[in-house]
């Protein structure tokens, strides 16, 4: 019986999207290594580490966001508007921490403005957002007047240590990442208020019949969405010691492609952080593959849009009737009655002709 029911598990266990993602990490790991002996070394497993960190914090807020049934496209144009917001305060003589402040509030604005024309208004979430996508980058573009600030100098080391620092040979901006995906995690499976972004994600007039606040669920959303974008922008500016305009450009793609890739539903009502966390490792393993296997960074772009559009199409038709397997199943009784038929018009156009 024991046998059978840890059978049983280990069938579940390996049926999740998570699973699945986990095993292709490591068979590309295993190939890649095997092309390329350097691959796997602490130092390439730092420099992902890094990779995946402030992508990462994208990845979960666009998680809750698809959760939700919605989208959010300003994510990297809000982390290059609150990262200048800072850089530019900094070099008018303010403290790093209270122009950190300044930035959380551009950045909480953000996500009420957000969430206000999506549960208030009633805009799609895709128009919003896409709005706000350049606004902000467009408040980035005007503080800098597109040039990059430096900010050598300016920066304390307690500052900088945040993404540049390790904790115990670990990368700081890491760990970071990880606290808050374990945060997340915690609070999807524990928390009511984030059953009721499922409840709102897989029917929103069910959600709100039931007595489900609907418009505060949504709200809370963007707001966490743009805290987790701004805090991936101050951290880019501890990393790289400059605020540019320019900074996560394209973020909204490879966040997508994360979340989408570790079972988040673009329907809405489903998706976990660990999958997303999976799903952004496998992305960056990738990006680094093509690196080290001295593919040109520019196939990354097309690599990375290949498997978004494979692991959307994977998710629509594992959505549809009867599933993934039903959708690209063979169906031998349909195709015999359709030869059949057309057996029987030719037939019957040759008695005609006869």
Known sequence: ??????????????????????????????????????????????????????????????????ILGGIELSVGGVAAMTSVITGYLCLAGWSIWTACLVAIAAGLFVGIFNGFMVSKVGLPPFIVTLGMMNLSRGVAYILTKGSPLSLSGYLPKGFRFLATGDLAGIPMLFVIFVIVAVIATIFTKKSSACRNIFFVGSNENAARFSGINVDKVKMVVYIIVALLSTLAGLLSLARFNVATPVLSNGAETTAISAAVVGGTAFTGGTGS??????????????????????????????????????????????????????????????????????????????????
């Open 273 to 354: 952080i660990i999958g997303t966390f999976l799903g952004i490792v496998l992305l960056k393993v990738v990006n680094s593959a093509l690196v080290m296997l001295n593919v040109s960074v520019y196939w990354q772009n097309f690599v990375q849009g290949a498997i978004l559009v494979l692991a959307v199409t994977m998710d629509y038709l594992s959505h549809r009737e009867g599933g993934l397997f039903k959708s690209l199943k063979w169906d031998r009784k349909k195709t015999t009655e359709f030869i059949g038929n057309i057996a029987k018009s030719d037939q019957n156009k040759e008695t005609k002709d006869v």
């Open 1 to 66: 019986m024991r046998e059978a029911e840890k059978k049983g598990f280990v069938k579940r266990a390996l049926a999740q999207r998570e699973s699945t993602v986990a095993i292709i990490i490591v068979i590309s790991v295993i190939v890649v290594n095997f092309l390329q002996p350097k691959f796997l070394t602490w130092a390439n497993f730092r420099s992902i580490a890094q990779a995946v960190s402030t992508d990462g914090l994208f990845a979960i807020g666009l998680c809750f966001a698809l």
